[in-house]
C-alpha cells in the first residue's frame, strides 16, 4: 500500500491510501479523491457527495 498526506484547514493533515494510480481514499472521514483529465481535474467524494474542481 502506498500512502500520502493530505493538508486539512485548521486540522491536522490525515493520511491516503492510494488505491489505484489516481484514486486516494481516508476510510475513517469516508473521503475519496481522483485525479483526472492528466491533474486537470480533481474529484472528492465523501458521504455521498461529490465536489468537482478544475485547474485552469
Not at 500520502?4 to 489516481?22: D, K
Not at 465523501?46 to 485547474?55: H, V
Amino acid at each position: 500500500m502506498h500512502y500520502e498526506t493530505c493538508p486539512a484547514e485548521r486540522q491536522p493533515a490525515f493520511p491516503l491510501e492510494a488505491v489505484a494510480g489516481n484514486i486516494f481514499v481516508f476510510e475513517p472521514a469516508k473521503v475519496e479523491i481522483e485525479f483526472t483529465d492528466a491533474g486537470k481535474k480533481l474529484i472528492l467524494r465523501q458521504n455521498g457527495a461529490e465536489y468537482i474542481f478544475l485547474k485552469e
